[in-house]
């Protein structure tokens, strides 16, 4: 019973990245917010918890300034779904890495992640410096590497809320 519910959680993810990279697809070729196109993002973190509060590192990016960038879980206590943890819920900051020269910039967001198929969900919406105007959705999924690493594909762009753009 346990492999079904398994198979079926893992096919949910399958469909729901199948549907966010085409519809990122679509976005991208179709408009653009001038000039400022929808762009397709991806990449892998680490989490680790301390005290019950995730905390995650992106370890790969294809967006050059968002490797190495520090993703801090903000909410306290983190919401936790039943059956406890069935989920984890939490408004986030990411946050550049240092290099330098320049001054780190920052993006809020907010995450959904359900453990028992080790995937979710995470929105930005804005940020500083270098990521002003930041906007993204981004899945997260599983991988093969380690029970900690996870993919994380998605669309980003700078701007307005896409959703909710007026042509």
């Not at 990016?61 to 993703?71: K, Y």
């Amino acid at each position: 019973m346990r492999s079904i519910r398994r198979v079926f959680a893992f096919a949910g993810v399958v469909a729901l990245l199948t549907m966010l990279v085409a519809s990122s697809t679509l976005a991208a070729n179709g408009r653009s917010d001038r000039g400022k196109e929808v762009r397709f993002f991806g990449g892998q973190k680490t989490c680790m918890a301390a005290a019950g509060i995730p905390h995650c590192v992106m370890t790969q990016s294809n967006v050059t300034l968002l490797s190495g960038a520090d993703i801090a879980y903000i909410s306290r206590p983190p919401i936790l779904g039943e059956p406890a943890p069935g989920r984890i819920e939490s408004d986030i900051l990411l946050t550049t890495a240092a290099t330098a020269g320049s001054r780190q910039s920052t993006a809020n967001g907010h995450c959904t992640f359900y453990f028992s198929t080790s995937s979710g969900i995470c929105n930005y919406s804005g940020g500083t410096r270098d990521l002003a105007g930041f906007r993204a959705q981004l899945v997260i999924g599983p991988t093969s590497i380690a029970p900690n690493v996870y993919s994380v594909i998605g669309k980003y762009w700078f701007g307005g809320d896409r959703d909710n753009e007026q042509d």
